[in-house]
């Protein structure tokens, strides 16, 4: 029998992947007994990490901060979708910053597979600033990028570069767009994020941007979490996915923000 800790994992995969799990399916997906599955969901209902059901556990009720390779295979036709309308609002000489998260990941991507963007040669077509390493990590074999990286302390969960260190270089750099990815996004609290440290480096990137661009699927909208990133007032644009209903994007649009659905 596989180690707690190794099933937990394969637990919390299975939950990004599908929303719920089932405690009969996954006991016959891992190869373990019902009675250990129920074991394993409640521990990681104590850990604040699954919402119990009587058959099985949903994703927490609360919006909540999984890892990033925990997140990354939720939404994803939506969310490549959005990062390909993201990536086609960039022109050939901007500068562009991104944040960490799984979204803005797929607009670094769609940003690197763009040909005229390529074009060039190895001469710079586009400026990218982040704090996100694993974006770096993916652009910076891209001779066509001009690659900027923030200092500050990795966060392992995002992959991304928080505290003060991370913030000093900004005041002295500006933006054409901001591509922020959020944990939450609503009216009357704005962008908002789950860590205090990432809202931190995301509200100083999107202050130095003349386009602030929040892309987030329709499972991020008309919700919030502990730390605000920005106002509503302050940003543009949203991008978000063809399922959002009118009920969701209608009140940011009431607000002034440039709704695109991709």
């Known amino acids: 029998m ?16 599908e929303g719920r799990i089932e405690v009969e399916a996954a006991a016959a997906e891992l190869g373990v007994s019902p009675a250990t599955i129920r074991r394993d969901l409640d521990e990681l209902g104590r850990q604040q990490m699954v919402t119990r059901t009587h058959g099985g556990a949903v994703v927490n009720a609360i919006a909540y901060d999984l890892p990033l390779r ?4 939720r939404n994803a036709p939506e969310k490549e979708r959005i990062a390909h309308a993201a990536a086609g609002m960039v022109k050939t000489g901007a500068v562009v910053g ?24 190895n001469e710079t077509s586009l400026t990218v600033v982040t704090n996100a390493l694993n974006i770096a990590n993916e652009l910076v074999v891209r ?6 990286l923030t ?11 928080i505290g003060p260190l991370a913030t000093e270089l900004l005041p002295g750099i500006t933006l054409d767009h901001v591509f ?4 939450a996004f609503d009216v009357l609290h704005g ?4 860590h205090e440290g990432e809202a931190s480096i995301n509200r100083a990137l999107a202050r130095r941007a003349q386009q602030v661009v929040v892309v987030a699927d329709a499972s991020k909208l008309a919700r919030r979490a502990f730390a605000r990133i920005c106002p509503v007032e302050e940003i543009h644009v949203l991008v978000t996915d063809r399922s959002a209903s ?7 649009a009431a607000a002034g923000v440039e709704i695109i659905r991709a």
Do not use: C
Not at 191 to 194: V, W
């Open 2 to 17: 596989a180690a707690p800790q190794v099933r937990w994992s394969k637990l919390l995969e299975m939950l990004a992947r």
């Open 98 to 121: 991104l944040n960490g998260g799984t979204t803005t990941t797929e607009v670094a991507r769609a940003l690197a597979a763009r040909a005229d963007l390529g074009s060039g040669g």
């Open 70 to 73: 925990y997140k990354a295979a």
């Open 143 to 148: 001779r066509h990028v001009k690659l900027v």
């Open 246 to 252: 009118a009920a969701l994007t209608d009140p940011f």
């Open 180 to 183: 922020i990815g959020v944990d």
């Open 191 to 194: 962008a908002t994020a789950h």
């Open 151 to 161: 200092g500050g302390v990795a966060r392992p969960a995002s992959y991304e570069l």
